[in-house]
């Protein structure tokens, strides 16, 4: 196996299934929008035109949205929340590394270059994983209301309705319900793997405590 891809075999393998999955969902999206199209007297759309339409990007966005709104919940609420046991959580007993002052490290060539650099850049480097998944949250939301307001605003019209708005889309019932019934099933998941990681073994995961370790240890090292 080439080092390249032993090396990052980890994400290859996870952006590969994203690529496959998100292909799959654009081709039968697009065969049920014309569906769709077809039931309601409407014209079909090419694949490259329903990849612009409002029915891919809300679909495609809503779900990202609520991705990203986990990943920042669970990085902030891991810097500063604990739960015994669980193999996601930093252990209460013991001074963490991730807690260590990065400025002792200035000093250290092979540390990144925020952290030799000092200042407003150290600063920003310490936050920057949970800045960085707000960001792509944020992205994703408005995203969503783009796309919701074009799909929300065709069925409107077809029912002698009126189009609307992203911003107005964003204050119906319809958005919300879009975002929630997704986020908590992020919350639930986040949830599930940190109470089950207490008393459920993996071996070979970095996500799992050792299978001989007691279910009270913290932490997965």
Do not use: C
């Not at 209301?145 to 065709?154: N, P």
Request: aromatic share 14%; proline share 5%.
């Amino acid at each position: 196996m080439p080092r390249f891809i032993r090396d990052n075999s980890l994400s290859l393998a996870l952006l590969g299934l994203f690529l496959i999955a998100l292909g799959g969902q654009a081709v039968t999206g697009w065969k049920s929008y014309n569906q769709e199209q077809q039931d309601h007297n409407q014209p079909h759309a090419s694949f490259g035109e329903y990849l612009t339409e409002g029915h891919f990007i809300e679909a495609v966005f809503e779900n990202w949205e609520s991705e990203f709104l986990q990943d920042a919940v669970y990085v902030l609420f891991t810097a500063f929340l604990i739960q015994r046991g669980s193999a996601e959580s930093k252990d209460p007993d013991k001074d963490e590394s991730v807690d260590n002052d990065p400025r002792a490290s200035q000093s250290d060539p092979n540390a990144p270059w925020p952290v030799r650099r000092g200042g407003i850049w150290l600063s920003l480097y310490k936050n920057s994983l949970l800045i960085t998944f707000l960001l792509l949250f944020l992205f994703s939301f408005v995203m969503h209301a783009v796309g919701g307001a074009e799909e929300y605003s065709s069925e409107q019209l077809a029912h002698g309705g009126q189009a609307v708005s992203a911003l107005r889309y964003m204050a119906t019932n319809q958005f919300w319900f879009e975002s929630l019934q997704n986020w908590q099933s992020e919350f639930l998941a986040l949830f599930a793997m940190v109470v089950l990681s207490i008393f459920l073994r993996q071996q070979g995961s970095p996500e799992s405590k050792p299978v001989a370790s007691p279910h009270s240890e913290t932490g997965s090292a």
